[in-house]
């Protein structure tokens, strides 16, 4: 069985500041990881996803992500962070690309101005 | 890249009644679909996998008689959910996995989203 562990429901940085959401992953085979971005009332984006060809992950809007096998964990990290990124974050896992995800219970990111 | 559209983005119905929600790959055709379920401030529960031409595959203790599942055409899935009671009100969500499942440019895109409100 897949899981994943989103340490912290919520998380406030200031803007300009580093932004760093935890997630734990639990996986029987090598997982697919996905970082997904949720606003209000809306559907999900996808940030970035690791599918194995390079340990750190670039994304979307400046966020990026780093496979570590030995800590069995996904970070998504972001150098600055700007008012419009505050949403909510989902880590996920899945058995193989296109295969249904599994998510993580969120955090909610808020920028303190 | 790829769109998937759901309709509609709201409903708000009275308990008992049916509810339909449609889920669509607007510019690619998807053989699979998913639905999740997302309660308020909660994450996303996969409901069912959705197989155009066969049986959805629900997950555990989903109730498939009541959350009606039909992948009739390779853009279309509906997700019926009958005799609508108060605690089905929730955040529905589908997916859509593009041709290129299994593939590391492989993804699923999601659609907005349909809150259901049974009163």
């Known amino acids: 069985a897949q899981s994943v562990t989103q340490l912290g429901s919520h998380v406030s940085v200031s803007e300009g500041a580093l932004v760093l959401l935890r997630c734990n992953y639990s996986?029987?085979?090598?997982?697919?990881l996905f970082w997904y971005v949720q606003y209000p009332n809306q559907g999900l984006q996808l940030l970035l996803k690791?599918?194995?060809?390079?340990?750190l992950v670039k994304g979307i809007n400046g966020f990026e992500a780093e496979f570590k096998k030995s800590e069995t964990s996904f970070h998504l990290t972001k150098p600055s962070a700007h008012m419009s990124d505050a949403a909510e974050y989902f880590c996920?896992?899945?058995?193989?690309?296109?295969?249904?995800?599994?998510f993580g219970k969120g955090t909610r990111l808020h920028i303190l101005p | 890249g790829a769109v998937v559209s759901q309709h509609p983005s709201w409903v708000i119905c009275k308990s008992g009644t049916s509810v339909k929600i449609e889920c669509r790959s607007l510019?690619?055709?998807?053989?699979?679909m998913f639905w999740y379920r997302q309660f308020p401030k909660q994450s996303l529960m996969l409901m069912a996998t959705?197989?155009?031409?066969?049986?959805?595959?629900?997950e555990q203790g989903v109730e498939k008689d009541k959350f009606l599942i039909n992948h009739a055409s390779l853009t279309l899935s509906t997700l019926t959910v009958t005799s609508a009671h108060p605690e089905d009100s929730s955040f529905y969500i589908c997916?859509?996995?593009?041709?290129?499942?299994?593939?590391?440019?492989?993804?699923?895109?999601f659609g907005p989203g349909t809150r259901l409100t049974v009163l």
């Open positions: 690791y599918t194995s060809a390079a340990t």
């Open positions: 959705s197989n155009e031409g066969s049986k959805a595959t629900y």
């Open positions: 996920a896992v899945s058995v193989g690309l296109g295969d249904k995800i599994i």
């Open positions: 997916s859509a996995r593009d041709p290129l499942a299994g593939h590391p440019g492989s993804e699923q895109f």
């Open positions: 996986s029987s085979v090598p997982p697919y």
């Open positions: 510019d690619f055709q998807a053989t699979t």
